[in-house]
């Protein structure tokens, strides 16, 4: 009977067994979950927890630094800072806004909105930048805010060589040129470390976490000379300008080891500012372009006959009178010519004679002679975005093919290659492959990587290059090179001058100029040439292209001492062996002229000022005089040259060494008329103060 002390009593049991069951129920889960943390799922939370209080930290490396061949630093790194936020911790965003407001490209309201709105723990602000930008910091503490120390790319030398050195990226990855071709040993490897974050959000090192360090790149020396590379843009930027062509390639190679000294293609860049150019200023045309050489082809045509004996330089041909009528086509000349010797017709550059001595070859005897001097096929040199350009196959020569190609017409080539072949002929007959890394090393020392001279194969015999070097001699003595001379520096060379083809057609507006040679003729250290494209003023490579031809061999005569070629372009057995030649040092930086007058043993004096720009010298260029001579320098101040106000006279003036003062200084430049000579100048001022100086020439 259920009274009610028992109904009573039941309800407290129930109760009881209710809360014991879900006390056991609590325990259980609770006994579980740690089961759980602890055992199962152990590495989980231990992982989460180290994300909590450890971070980690990359290192980066230091990029390899690259040297010229004489030990000069062209592009290594310095210390910049980047800088970031954690949105989570950064506690006065808007005082950190405001103090680096418009430092970095942003307002202070684009950075609060750009912090605010990521979902990330980390948000750049700025990459790589100046150091001494950070002083608006010191002294600004937040958590939130997160400094970090990398190595930036700096470009020692700035535009020169800029198109074959090329540049990287904020990461310091290579984007262009030589960065990218090595950039797997130039960047090294990246390391890291492990870091405890404390309670206030700050990282610190501990002694017991990882740390895997960072492995610098390695270090190269190249083939180039810097200073010589720097004479080569400064005439070719000249003679471009004079030609008012649209560009100009120069490729200068040791025709003995197949080291390129030089090489350099104007306009370039800034590869501190490399964003929004345009593949045009980038890249080396003298490796990735092509175009038809004309008559600097001539030398191989030269070459196959005279090693297969079909031609003598004393043999006759006719000229047709500069024009030969097939049933298809015309060949013509420039100048009419009748029939004279082969020798004449190098040295006259006939179209008719070369394209006949051509057609006296045999098809497939004739296209080995191309192909072994290099042309249809890569150089193999040590950089990106070679091309082969074109040969056509014997099988598909027309009856006309070896006609033109015998004058440099149906095939196309890039100056790399040209310029290579010519230094096979220097080479006595034997072709090397170029190359421009001569070492790779480590931050030891310790050399991982040598490039030695490599011999591709012989093209001639030695008895054939030397008749080829004497012909050559007559076309910058008596032909047309003699824009090319040089006194006292005996210079073989070749002038070309080839129609473009524009909507397939060859123009008649579009042309390239063009001149290839070597020197000094009795011992080829340097085979060179020099191409412009689209030449306005003239098209003929004697009058363009030669001209910066001479400038580059005359200036390398003094330039470095140091150098194996530089002690060899003086022809002693013509002059006094006390007697040297004068270098031409108007239009360069006065600092540059001092250092190429000293190493060649003259002594200085001053007209004017101490530093700017060359305005005259005492002795005049290419003279000689005696050795130990004192030269008079003429210098301007910079600011001078620039200013409409303080007018430097250059009427009168070659127009070359007036081009030269102008470009030094930075002045914007018009020519007016076709002549060699200054017969006027006006000067104006542009709103951002630049100067503008238009120079008439008759």
């Known amino acids: 009977m259920n009274t009610p002390e028992n109904e009573i009593r039941q309800k407290k049991f129930w109760k009881f067994w209710l809360v014991l069951i879900t006390v056991n129920i609590g325990m259980a889960i609770i006994i579980w979950r740690l089961i759980d943390i602890q055992v199962i799922s152990n590495e989980e939370y231990k992982s989460k927890a180290k994300r909590q209080h450890e971070s980690k930290v990359n290192l980066t490396p230091e990029r390899g630094i690259i040297y010229d061949r004489n030990g000069k630093v062209i592009a290594s790194n310095f210390e910049s800072v980047s800088i970031a936020i954690d949105p989570r911790h950064i506690q006065d965003l808007r005082g950190f806004a405001k103090a680096v407001e418009h430092d970095y490209g942003y307002s202070a309201s684009e950075i609060i909105s750009k912090v605010k709105a990521s979902k990330k723990s980390f948000v750049w602000i700025t990459r790589r930048a100046d150091p001494t930008k950070f002083d608006k910091l010191v002294g600004f503490s937040d958590k939130g805010l997160i400094l970090i120390r990398e190595p930036r790319r700096i470009y020692h030398y700035d535009n020169i060589a800029s198109q074959l050195i090329g540049f990287t990226d904020v990461d310091n990855h290579g984007l262009s040129g030589l960065e990218l071709k090595w950039d797997s040993l130039l960047k090294g490897r990246d390391g890291y470390m492990i870091m405890n974050r404390d309670g206030a959000g700050r990282l610190r090192p501990a002694a017991d976490l990882p740390l895997i360090p960072a492995f610098d790149g390695y270090s190269m020396n190249l083939t180039i000379d810097i200073d010589l590379q720097r004479i080569v843009e400064h005439e070719l930027k000249t003679g471009v300008d004079i030609a008012g062509a649209e560009s100009g390639t120069v490729v200068a190679i040791h025709p003995k080891t197949g080291e390129i000294i030089a090489i350099a293609s104007y306009p370039s860049y800034d590869p501190h500012k490399p964003g929004g150019m345009s593949s045009a200023f980038l890249r080396m045309r003298a490796i990735t372009d092509t175009y038809e050489p004309g008559s600097t082809f001539k030398l191989i045509t030269a070459a196959a006959a005279l090693e297969e004996n079909i031609i003598k330089e004393t043999d006759t041909l006719d000229g047709h009178l500069g024009t030969l009528t097939m049933r298809s086509y015309v060949i013509r000349d ?11 017709a190098m040295e006259y550059s006939s179209n008719i004679i070369l394209s006949t001595v051509a057609n006296m070859m045999s098809d497939n005897n004739f296209y080995k002679y191309l192909r072994d001097f290099g042309f249809g096929i890569k150089t193999d ?103 090319a001379r040089v006194d006292g520096l005996e210079i073989c060379g070749k002038t070309g001058t080839s129609q473009q083809i524009v909507d397939g057609r060859y123009s008649k507006e579009n042309y390239t100029a063009t001149f290839a040679g070597y020197f000094p003729a009795n011992d080829p250290q340097v085979a060179l040439i020099v191409m412009l494209d689209k030449p306005r003023t003239s098209i003929y490579g004697g009058a363009m292209a030669a001209p910066i031809f001479r400038g580059i061999a005359s200036k390398w005569t003094g330039a470095n001492p140091t150098t194996a070629i530089a002690n060899k372009f003086v022809d002693s057995t013509k002059t006094n062996k006390d007697s040297v030649l004068v270098p031409n040092i108007v239009g360069l930086k006065s600092e540059l002229a001092e250092n ?101 020439s008759k």
């Not at 420039?334 to 004449?344: A, D, M, Y």
């Not at 096979?424 to 492959?433: E, H, I, R, Y």
């Not at 012989?458 to 003699?482: M, N, P, Q, W």
């Not at 001053?606 to 004192?630: C, D, E, F, W």
Request: a positive charge; glycine letters at 12%; aromatic letters at 6%.
């Open 334 to 344: 420039v100048k009419p010519l009748g029939r004279i010797s082969f020798r004449q």
């Open 381 to 483: 040199v040590d950089f990106p975005g070679e091309v082969t350009g074109k040969l056509p196959k014997p099988k598909n020569f027309t009856s006309s093919t070896k006609r033109y190609l015998g004058f440099g017409y149906g095939l196309s080539v890039t100056p790399l290659q040209m310029a290579n072949a010519y230094g096979a002929v220097a080479n006595g007959g034997t072709l090397m492959k170029p190359y421009l890394v001569s070492s790779v090393f480590d931050s030891e020392g310790r050399e991982i990587y040598s490039q030695n001279p490599v011999i591709v194969r012989r093209v001639i015999s030695e008895e054939t290059a030397a008749r080829l070097t004497d012909i050559l001699k007559g076309v910058v003595s008596r032909g047309t090179g003699k824009a």
């Open 596 to 696: 190429l007058l000293k190493n060649r043993g003259f002594g200085l004096t001053y007209s004017g000022n101490s530093q700017g720009i060359v305005l005259a010298q005492n002795p005049k260029a290419h003279s000689r005089t005696i050795n130990g001579k004192i030269v008079d320098m003429t210098i301007v101040a910079t600011d001078t040259v620039q200013s409409p106000d303080a007018i430097v006279v250059l009427k009168g003036m070659p127009l070359r060494s007036a081009l030269a003062i102008l470009n030094a200084g930075g002045v914007k430049t018009k020519i007016v008329g076709n002549g060699n000579i200054v017969t006027d100048q006006k000067w104006s001022r542009n709103s951002d103060g630049s100067s503008n100086c238009i120079i008439y």
